[in-house]
């Protein structure tokens, strides 16, 4: 565990302070950095409780549900989250968060905790860490980027620059045991200062902790008491690999998507709804309903695939992060499709349109 945590955060390219721990996902992860964030605005709610203290956070209308479960687990509340309105790929819109944030300020809140995402779970977007964590440095604004999706772009050189800036932030996720396929559940929380993790999560307990050595006593940093032991399955999977291999399980991932992105826009009879530089690729086919193809293709036992939603639009979405996909699985994947609603046209419902 202590090896893949330092391992992380020097790729992130935190300093000597770095810190981490592998927490049970990444929901768990996006908890454990609001509280490191609530605790480090006003130490003393760690005791008092919340004492009517104003305290407001911000993530994207397109980030994951679970700051909606965490900010009530810890005393924020739902209503107390800003979600910022993203543009039309998705990605967080610096603008309207610098103006709901001085909107905020003026009204007499306390901006604490930014929740930025590098793969948001329909698109897979990447919000523009770089500009964040500038307006973040200037208003002590705890800035986490949730990668439980994306994240793991960190070990390819041709696609890290998705998370420009990733070093000036104070705590970053990733979940191994998505888009590098190592066994559920392998999540990696790291932090810029360890300090606030032990401000957090430590708790004194004599019957245990004795052996006085802070390093290695990691149960005083993770929101658990007794724990599996996840990080062995990264540490296998990196040993055997190396970090090459990691890097070419992502860059396949993103040549699988790039060959259906291909394949959608050139043929007249898709839409595509999102852009390069993702994983997922969301599209209509003809004009009927994703919803309806989906669910039926499921029961029909042909070909399981979600849908997603943005902006009022509903499509397919094809995740390419199974690398153990060929090109020839994601042309099968659209001969099945076409197939389907060729044999089936007549019992499928029409899109709506809006
Ligand atoms: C999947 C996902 C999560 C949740 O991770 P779990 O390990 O399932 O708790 C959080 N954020 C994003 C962006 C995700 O895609």
């Known amino acids: 565990e202590k090896e893949i945590i330092k391992k992380v955060s020097t790729a992130v390219g935190y300093g000597k302070s770095y810190g981490g721990t592998l927490p049970t996902g990444g929901s768990m992860s996006n908890f454990m950095s609001l509280i490191m964030a609530r605790d480090k605005k006003e130490p003393s709610i760690k005791d008092k409780g919340m004492m009517n203290q104003k305290f407001v956070a911000y993530t994207s209308e397109n980030s994951h549900y679970s700051l909606a479960k965490n900010s009530s687990f810890s005393g924020i509340g ?36 930014l929740n930025a995402t590098a793969g948001t779970t329909v698109l897979c977007a990447f919000d523009p860490i770089e500009k964040l964590s500038k307006i973040c440095q200037r208003h002590n604004i705890w800035l986490h980027v949730d990668g439980a999706f994306g ?45 606030y993790l032990y401000n957090s999560f430590s708790n004194e ?72 530089n993702s994983l997922s690729i969301c599209f209509n086919y003809k004009d009927f309903d994703a919803e309806d193809i989906c669910l039926k293709m499921y029961e029909a036992n042909k070909l399981m695939v ?8 509903t499509f397919i979405r094809l995740v390419t992060i199974n690398a153990e996909n060929t090109k020839s699985d994601i042309s099968a994947f659209f001969s099945i499709l076409e197939k389907f609603v060729a044999d089936n046209k007549h019992k499928l419902k029409k899109q709506k349109h809006i």
Request: hydrophobic share 35%; charged share 25%; glycine share 6%.
């Open 306 to 313: 979600g849908f997603g939603k943005f902006k009022k639009q």
């Open 205 to 276: 307990a004599t019957y245990l902790y004795q052996t006085h050595n802070e390093e290695y006593n990691l149960g005083q940093t993770s929101f658990e008491c007794g724990r599996r032991n996840n990080a062995l399955k990264l540490w296998a999977m990196w040993k055997a690999i190396g970090t090459k291999g990691l890097a070419k399980i992502i860059d396949h991932e993103f040549e699988l998507a790039d060959f259906a992105r291909k394949y959608v826009t050139k043929n007249k009879d898709y839409k595509l709804y999102n852009f390069d």
């Open 151 to 195: 994240g793991a772009v960190i070990f390819s050189k041709k696609h890290r620059n998705l998370l420009k800036g990733i070093s000036k932030t104070d705590s970053f996720c990733f979940n191994a045991h998505k888009t590098l396929g190592t066994p559920l559940s392998t999540s990696v929380l790291v932090v810029n200062n360890k300090e």
């Open 78 to 113: 739902r209503k107390n989250i800003r979600y910022i309105m993203s543009n039309k790929k998705g990605e967080m819109d610096v603008l309207s968060f610098e103006k709901q944030l001085k909107k905020d300020i003026n009204n007499g809140f306390v901006p604490f905790y």
